[in-house]
């Protein structure tokens, strides 16, 4: 039986951070390599029926990629606070990992991406379950799965990084790296010391950055430059 594509899961040290625009730029380096990449979304929060979500916008920035939301909720919250103040069920993180698994298994894709929603530790479904689960639950159906962190680039990043890595490991989940998913043009003193504290507090590689505004590119320059942005093995 061949191997089955690995899963990277697109995690992030808080909301608002660019996990979107770097699982896009992580899908377009993917292509680059003529790989196929399928990208879920297990749960889209703060949107209505209709309205273009971050599957989207990714297909938009990234490319020919297959994409799935799973789930959206219309409120901008949790996923499991959603769920409450809309009075619907969600389904629970193992149900989610069936249907992840669904799609690494059809043969469709070489590598698979999903973006979580806000931290490595937000609650997924009403039993508490959250996006590390998530992972644990696809290594259990025999998914090769890895953690890409997306990290602020300024003062506060190193706790809230070594905070994330620290849960992974835990866990025993694999760490890939970090990712700084806004990286301004003109850095600050603290934000160019991070580039090398990152990977000494958070014992994993910081795998490469973001330029800010890269997510209102138009898609050809997106495509074009993404692959110099990160660090794909």
């Not at 039986?1 to 995690?11: N, W």
């Not at 309205?51 to 938009?60: R, Y």
């Not at 934000?191 to 990152?198: A, F, G, I, S, Y």
């Amino acid at each position: 039986m061949p191997d089955l594509p690995p899963v990277i899961v697109v995690t992030g040290t808080g909301t608002e951070i660019g996990k979107t625009v770097v699982t896009a730029a992580l899908a377009a380096s993917l292509l680059h390599r003529g790989l196929r990449v399928t990208v879920v979304k297990a749960t889209q929060t703060g949107l209505q029926p209709g309205e273009p979500g971050d599957v989207d916008e990714v297909a938009a920035l990234a490319g020919d990629v297959r994409t799935r939301e799973l789930v959206r909720l219309p409120d901008p919250l949790a996923p499991d606070a959603a769920a409450r103040v809309a009075g619907v069920g969600i389904p629970t993180v193992a149900e989610h990992a069936d249907s992840v698994m669904h799609l690494v298994r059809d043969g469709s894709a070489d590598v698979v991406l999903v973006e979580g929603a806000g931290g490595l530790l937000v609650r997924m479904d009403a039993d508490g379950a959250t996006i590390a689960d998530l992972g644990t639950a696809l290594e259990a159906r025999g998914a090769r799965v890895g953690f890409l962190v997306v990290a602020t680039a300024g003062l506060g990043t190193l706790n809230h990084s070594a905070l994330t890595a620290e849960a992974l490991r835990h866990r025993g989940l694999d760490c890939l790296g970090f990712v700084i998913g806004s990286w301004p043009e003109h850095p600050d003193l603290a934000m160019r010391c991070n580039l090398e504290d990152l990977p000494n507090v958070t014992g994993a590689p910081l795998l490469g950055w973001v330029p800010e505004g890269a997510g209102r590119w138009e898609p050809e320059r997106f495509r074009a430059e993404a692959p110099a942005w990160l660090r794909v093995e």
